[in-house]
């Protein structure tokens, strides 16, 4: 079966720590994303990458950095410089790397980061 | 750079009753898509819907886009319990990434049995 696959599912950090989330996908996607959500909230983008070996910033990127070296991995490091970085963080992939608007996302099931 | 909002924020029903939920945005788009997003997990693509539809169905999701208005409506008819779920649109917005997928804040639906 095709899908993403986040791991872990749920991580305890203290503050000052950086942390490390994983996004693998074995949907052959160009593109993927990563999203963080806040209780009650909507989906605001991280990082995204439509290539391998190239990614951009998307609203929130501050505190955090992202690598795309192989076409199925997307990990996202929070850094101690992101100041809220307790959330629920998910990962994204989609066909189409000319738009990210014209494809279905497929998500990962999230991970959530607590940062005491 | 939210670019579509649902109303209601939050819905509850009984089992077999119609649920409807409202988007609205503000700039043009090429599509519109909806997504559920079960507790604690990722969200799941329903349907996307282009600028030049007006309607789309899939099983008892129908789907309406009315570009005049910059709004669209999902509709579940005969809800079931499994049904219970948030459920977000999304549409295509400018942002620092560029142009890229933005999500409302979602409509939480409850569907008691």
């Known amino acids: 079966d095709g899908g993403i696959t986040q791991s872990p599912k749920y991580l305890f950090r203290k503050e000052g720590q950086n942390v490390t989330l994983s996004c693998e996908q074995n949907l052959n996607h160009d593109a993927m994303y990563w999203y963080r959500q806040d209780p009650g909230q909507g989906l605001r983008l991280i990082y995204y990458?439509?290539?391998?070996?190239?990614?951009q910033k998307g609203d929130i990127a501050e505190g955090y950095s992202v690598s795309r070296e192989k076409k199925e991995s997307f990990p996202l490091t929070v850094t101690s410089a992101q100041k809220n970085p307790t959330a629920f963080y998910l990962c994204a992939s989609s066909r189409d790397s000319a738009s990210s608007y014209n494809s279905p996302l497929h998500f990962g099931n999230g991970t959530r980061l607590t940062v005491t | 750079s939210q670019q579509g909002e649902e109303d209601p924020q939050a819905l509850s029903i009984q089992e077999g009753e119609n649920a409807t939920m409202n988007c609205s945005y503000k700039?043009?788009?090429?599509?519109l898509q909806w997504y559920r997003q079960n507790s604690g997990r990722g969200l799941v693509h329903l349907i996307l819907?282009?600028?030049?539809?007006r309607e789309k169905h899939s099983g008892r999701l129908r789907v309406t886009l009315d570009t005049s208005k910059k709004s669209s409506s999902l509709l579940i008819t005969a809800s079931r319990a499994a049904d219970t779920a948030s459920y977000f649109c999304a549409t295509a917005g400018f942002n620092q990434a560029g142009t890229a997928l933005i999500f409302g804040k979602g409509t939480t639906l409850s569907v008691s049995s």
């Open positions: 819907i282009r600028s030049n539809e």
């Open positions: 700039t043009s788009i090429n599509n």
């Open positions: 990458s439509q290539i391998v070996n190239d990614f």
